[in-house]
């Protein structure tokens, strides 16, 4: 045990600040708690301006990016600052595991270098990239094949792989072609001490439909937008509460003005936790309008096990790995149908016993398999695998959970 104690993990992520980005942090602490001294390299934001803070024990190193990037030519510029930052900070700090999180599939660079100095390299896979290119540009060509290629070697670089659902486990093996020994599923799950039962904040209208997450073009608000057009058409006693930021708030914004339906939205923009809490605990139904894609359908969406985690039953366009998270505590629409989407609502706003039903079926999957308690355990087995030696004929060592 004093030997692990004395081993350290730089964490290395680029798409969102620490502690604000939920996985990193939960992964972050846990580590720290199992006795590992743990450092953050990621960027500033709001919230996150220091350029070094230590919370918890976590010294935490922040540099500041270019604006969200738009095309090709923005994310070469994004991600070269932020390789460039990492690595000139990675210079300061002891460490013996580089654990880093994508996008972009870029940090083998930095793991590559320091295994020559005999430290190891550990993949935190949070997108699978290549699918994600194809859903913001819908095309492929020579740019996706060189994500495929990052992605490829970042996966040979890496000693260990973790996968936050068994779709992107199934990617490490196969295009990844890692040993399923070194392949561990930890998937996102919601920290109830975070996702609080709290007094709701006031509904503008008899029903409020919340929502959570980023405004981007993947995360389907224009779908949602108008589904809420269809419902506002036939009742006008409904709300829609959407908490979040990103590239497209201001489009959707303008949407919401287009299809008339501005003053039965709110946007929040991103918000304080309790805030956020306050809408959702307010909210009759929660929705997850991501839209049906291969990205969307092999990755699980943190929303979804928060809306659970609040007892919030679910109306979703039917995916893989949504329907995985979520089975009986969710509906699901036709795949990027709006006016099914719509009904679905309507349904649940209409049948509170069917609500209340999926909602605490849903309370009840998170508390007895999908809170970050039960993956925890999972986390520190990858950390144990890396130094465990895997002679062959060895058993599986790979875990997954339901």
């Keep these: 045990m004093q030997q692990q104690k004395q081993r350290r993990v730089l ?19 846990t580590l720290r708690a199992a006795g590992y001294g743990v450092s953050i390299i990621c960027p500033t934001g709001k919230g996150c301006e220091k350029k070094f803070e230590s919370i918890d024990g976590i010294d935490i190193y922040r540099y500041d990016l270019p604006h969200e990037a738009e095309g090709a030519l923005g994310y070469l ?22 654990h880093a999180c994508n996008p972009p599939d870029l940090f083998f660079l930095i793991g590559g270098f320091y295994k020559l100095f005999g430290k190891k390299f550990l993949f935190d896979h949070h997108d699978a990239n290549p699918e994600l290119y194809e859903a913001k540009f819908g095309r492929r060509g020579a740019f996706y094949k060189l994500l495929c290629l990052f992605e490829k070697l970042t996966f040979r670089t890496a000693d260990v792989s973790i996968a936050t659902n068994e779709s992107y486990r199934r990617i490490a093996l196969t295009r990844g072609g890692m040993d399923p020994d070194k392949v561990f599923v930890v998937r996102s799950g919601p920290s109830l001490e975070r996702m609080k039962i709290v007094p709701p904040a006031k509904k503008p209208r008899k029903f409020l439909v919340g929502y959570v997450g980023v405004m981007g073009k993947q995360e389907g608000i224009d779908l949602l937008l108008q589904a809420a057009a269809v419902i506002i058409k036939h009742r006008q006693d409904v709300h829609f509460g959407l908490v979040g930021g990103g590239t497209s708030l201001e489009e959707m914004k303008a949407l919401a003005r287009e299809l008339g339906v501005a003053e039965y939205v709110t946007f929040t923009g991103r918000v304080p936790d309790a805030e956020l809490l306050a809408v959702l605990n307010a909210a009759d139904v929660c929705v997850n309008p991501d839209v049906a894609n291969e990205m969307n359908d092999i990755s699980t969406m943190n929303k979804i096990m928060e809306y659970m985690a609040l007892g919030k039953p679910i109306v979703q366009f039917d995916l893989t790995e949504g329907r995985h998270s979520a089975q009986d505590a969710s509906l699901y629409a036709r795949h990027n149908d709006p006016q099914d989407f719509a009904r679905k609502i309507v349904q649940l706003l209409d049948d509170p016993a069917r609500r209340q039903t999926m909602g605490e079926y849903g309370r009840r999957r998170v508390l007895d398999t999908l809170e970050w308690r039960h993956e925890a355990p999972r986390l520190l087995a990858a950390y144990a695998a890396l130094w465990r030696p895997s002679p062959f004929g060895q058993g599986r060592a790979s875990a997954s959970r339901p």
């Design 11 to 29: 964490i290395l992520v680029e798409n969102l600040p620490s502690p604000f980005d939920r996985r990193v942090w939960q992964e972050a602490t």
């Design 77 to 98: 510029i994004e991600y070269s600052v932020a390789l460039f930052w990492s690595f000139f900070y990675s210079l300061k700090i002891r460490f013996d595991v580089v």
